[in-house]
């Protein structure tokens, strides 16, 4: 089928919502079982650990870590928010900089300042929506004392209505949070679900299909069940194996049936712009190690340029380290998804 839809439905027991561009399964939101990024808490100090440079805290949710601590004795009652998903066995990291994020505001308590998408080019139009941004932020007293705010890339073309709305919501919520004076560990405020998540980043037009069932009947069902395995065909013949592993996630480059001289650099080029897709649909991030099909030292930089313009729009942040010592190529990248393997179909 032509065209995007946000398909809104269950995984097993998990609440998912999957994106589909031209019939092809392109994002995918799930629920875990661990606090989802965005968690926000009231914690409490528990005991330092100078060899990593952070503390731990206690949380009614199991116990979280906050890095590059200073100042911070056992017992203080701090607030925190979840960043990123944790490795297995290990402690959810949080950070004590919160941001209150929404369609096309975020709200960021201790970023002072308005910025505006760059993502958004035409001056008119960015001139329409700081205008409009100026007369709502009048309307609500302004901006609180050290609070910042950025405009989203989804504020292009959005009524002023709605972005204001935006702030207004965003405003009031970190207001609350930050007015809290309980003395006790306690969730304060929840991460957004899948299907919120959808509604927050799949800005674009798209039809939104929430009948009970609609995996089976659309196709999200079988794409999913597709990621589970391994294999990733990218065209061409060519397929890379993507592997998590309990240290890092493996990926394999492979020219299959293709013989010819550029077989190597064709495969690699391919599988550079398919796999930000997936990992975004298997929910993998961390340590990533590439071993690319192989190819001219030449052809490297022809290759990171790919790379990097496949990572540049993905939703979750990656770090394009470089190349090993071996010929592999390293990623770093944040843990912002449930991993699809933790998820019962």
Not at 90 to 108: G, N, Y
Not at 313 to 342: C, F, I, M
Request: glycine letters at 12%; one cysteine or more.
């Amino acid at each position: 089928m032509k065209g995007r839809q946000i398909l809104l439905d269950t995984l097993g027991k998990a609440e998912a919502a999957a994106l589909m561009v031209d019939g092809k399964l392109e994002d995918l939101y799930l629920e875990g079982s661990a606090p989802p990024p965005g968690t926000i808490y009231r914690a409490r100090a528990d005991r330092p650990v100078k060899g990593q440079g952070g503390v731990f805290l206690t949380t009614p949710d199991g116990t979280a870590f906050l890095r590059q601590v200073r100042g911070l004795a056992p017992g203080d009652m701090i607030l925190v928010q979840v960043t990123s998903y944790a490795e297995p066995g290990k402690a959810f990291p949080v950070t004590q900089r919160l941001i209150f994020k929404s369609r096309h505001a975020i709200v960021t308590p201790a970023a002072p300042g308005i910025n505006l998408s760059r993502a958004i080019r035409d001056d008119d139009e960015r001139d329409r929506i700081q205008v409009g941004v100026q007369e709502a932020l009048a309307e609500l007293g302004g901006l609180p004392e050290g609070t910042g705010l950025v405009l989203r890339s989804s504020c292009a073309g959005a009524d002023d209505r709605d972005i204001a709305e935006d702030i207004a919501n965003m405003l009031s919520l970190a207001a609350q949070v930050e007015a809290d004076t309980g003395t006790e560990p306690e969730r304060l405020l929840d991460g957004d679900s899948p299907h919120v998540l959808a509604w927050r980043e799949w800005a674009d037009p798209a039809e939104v299909v929430s009948a009970s069932g609609n995996f089976e009947t659309h196709g999200v069902a079988d794409a999913i069940e597709l990621a589970r395995g391994y294999r990733e065909d990218v065209g061409g013949g060519a397929w890379m194996a993507v592997e998590a592993t309990r240290a890092l996630v493996a990926v394999d480059v492979n020219t299959g049936s293709d013989t010819s001289l550029a077989a190597g650099i064709k495969a690699n080029i391919a599988c550079a712009r398919a796999l930000p897709r997936a990992l975004r649909i298997r929910g993998l991030g961390g340590q990533i190690v590439i071993d690319f099909a192989p190819m001219a030292k030449k052809d490297r930089g022809t290759l990171e340029s790919v790379l990097r313009a496949a990572f540049r729009h993905d939703a979750e942040e990656t770090a394009l380290v470089g190349w090993t010592g071996l010929g592999h190529y390293e990623l770093q990248r944040k843990r912002g998804r449930v991993p699809l393997s933790e998820v019962p179909g």
